[in-house]
């Protein structure tokens, strides 16, 4: 006779099942944190494959906002002067930049490596015409026009790369760039291109502009992009020569020195701005 109760049965019918599911269990989170460590590898390596595509974008995210930003000191009453503008910021640039370097211990953190301090200066050189343009422009443009105006620097430095550098730039190349500045037009909507984008109650000083301040603004703005080019041209021959800080340091150091003397000769007076005003 079994004398073994029925829950004793029970239990050892149990057990099986509760060891399978165990097991499958297990099995599942293994297969999943195999495919999230194969997720977050894809990621960084993808990351670090971009890495200087990545930096360009947020480079080109923090212009933005200094664009922005010049815009609204260009309508204050009385507006900042130009070169005003281009001193301060630039001095604050090179400060930060020194900074940086002598805390990082970075060697020659004033002059650069011997090998490339004429490159240096010559990035620092056209750097400044190209900050100029941008900066001239926005007085007397919209921050749309110049917007278009300024991203189409990208075509001509790669074909700058080409001929100067012996860089590749394929048709694949020269397309996309095309369609990413047919792609910030849409954006954008300049008003030279698209008229029904003007808002009479967003146009400041420089949609009031007249037209000669306007194609004078233009014709600096485009002569800025191309001297951009070389300053890109110069940062490539460069390399990994020079710290990055010491192209900034030679640009914005420059661009201080250059803009301070203009200042001085022009007889601009120097702008206090008081009133922060924001039209939302």
């Not at 009453?77 to 281009?86: A, D, G, M, R, T």
């Not at 790669?158 to 590749?168: D, H, S």
């Not at 070389?230 to 661009?255: D, E, K, V």
Request: net charge negative.
């Amino acid at each position: 006779m079994n004398t073994r109760p029925d829950s004793a049965y029970t239990s050892l019918a149990q057990e099986p099942v509760e060891e399978d599911i165990n097991a499958q269990g297990s099995k599942c989170m293994t297969q999943w944190g195999e495919s999230c460590s194969a997720i977050e590898r894809k990621i960084v390596e993808c990351l670090r494959n971009n890495a200087g595509l990545l930096l360009v974008m947020l480079a080109q995210l923090f212009a933005s906002f200094m664009n922005a930003t010049i815009k609204v000191f260009n309508q204050l009453e009385p507006p900042v002067p130009v070169l005003e503008l281009v001193t301060v910021s630039m001095a604050i640039t090179f400060i930060c930049c020194e900074i940086y370097m002598l805390a990082a211990k970075i060697p020659y953190p004033f002059l650069g490596p011997k090998e490339v301090r004429l490159l240096l200066a010559s990035r620092g050189v056209t750097g400044f015409f190209a900050v100029f343009g941008i900066y001239y422009a926005l007085q007397y443009l919209p921050l749309g026009d110049v917007t278009v105006l300024t991203f189409v620097g990208p075509i001509f430095t790669g074909i700058a790369g080409r001929l100067f550098l012996g860089e590749t730039y394929s048709k694949r190349e020269a397309f996309a760039s095309v369609f990413s500045l047919l792609g910030v037009i849409l954006i954008a909507r300049p008003p030279f291109l698209f008229e029904s984008a003007r808002d009479p109650d967003f146009e400041g000083p420089a949609v009031d502009a007249s037209a000669r301040d306007r194609l004078r603004a233009t014709l600096v703005l485009v002569m800025g992009v191309l001297i951009y080019t070389f300053a890109m041209i110069a940062i490539r021959a460069i390399g990994t020569r020079a710290h990055a800080m010491h192209s900034m340091a030679y640009f914005s150091l420059w661009c201080a020195i250059v803009s301070m003397i203009g200042l001085f000769i022009s007889g601009e007076p120097i702008v206090y701005p008081t009133p922060w005003e924001w039209n939302v």
